[in-house]
């Protein structure tokens, strides 16, 4: 009965930790650092990415082939992120802008957690704040929750009880590196910092280019 009570006691604070983790944008999957593109988890593999179909801000459509034979370096927020979204894509402009012609052959995408809001115009009008050549995607819900299941993003609807209609969403934050093929590379998390980032995109780039 006794390491019951401590195998419970664990599990309170595993998901304590959790909800903490999606509160404050962390990523929610233990996957910081891997370098393969599958985790084991128990017996089972867990694969992140995959195929998707989604609208730039353009408002042309586009899939996981279009980006075949590039690094893509995905986020996913909502422009209407006071704080972290912000910071984070800021944060992926820096590195770029650090890695020279080498930025080159990656390609960063920003996926909307809130497909409700962000319109190819709203898109429009925000990815460029931060990067030239930052691809921002929408779709339909739909869409939005393949993608997000794809790459193991929690993200979910918080309503503003002071506001009547206003809300924020809630969502992991992540960075993904994915490869020429498709394949999971590795991801940077909400700390990682930008020192990091590029001594890490350097290794993987002049790796395989
Ligand atoms: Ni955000």
């Not at 082939?65 to 209407?80: Q, S």
């Not at 890695?99 to 957690?113: D, E, K, S, Y």
């Not at 790459?151 to 506001?163: G, R």
């Amino acid at each position: 009965m006794k390491l019951r009570y401590i195998v419970l006691a664990i599990a309170g604070v595993l998901a304590v930790a959790l909800v903490a983790a999606a509160r404050w944008h962390l990523p929610l999957n233990p996957l910081a650092g891997g370098g393969s593109r599958t985790v084991t988890a128990g017996a089972s593999k867990i694969s992140i990415g995959g195929p998707f179909t989604l609208v730039t801000q353009a408002g042309k459509t586009v899939t996981d082939a279009t980006f075949r034979g590039k690094y893509l370096l995905v986020y996913f927020g909502y422009t209407y992120c006071p704080d972290v979204c912000p910071t984070e894509l800021a944060k992926i402009a820096t590195v770029l802008d650090r890695l020279g012609p080498l930025a080159a052959a990656i390609q960063p995408l920003f996926v909307t957690v809130d497909p409700a809001r962000d319109s190819p115009s709203v898109l429009a009008s925000y990815v460029p704040q931060f990067y030239e050549r930052l691809i921002g995607l929408t779709g339909t819900p739909a869409q939005i929750a393949r993608i997000a299941k794809a790459y193991h993003v929690y993200y979910a609807k918080v309503e503003d009880k002071t506001s009547p209609g206003a809300y924020s969403m809630d969502h992991s934050a992540a960075v993904y590196l994915m490869g020429p093929k498709g394949e999971y590379l590795t991801m940077f998390s909400h700390q990682t910092g930008p020192d990091t980032m590029v001594k890490t995109l350097r290794e993987y780039v002049k790796k395989t280019s």
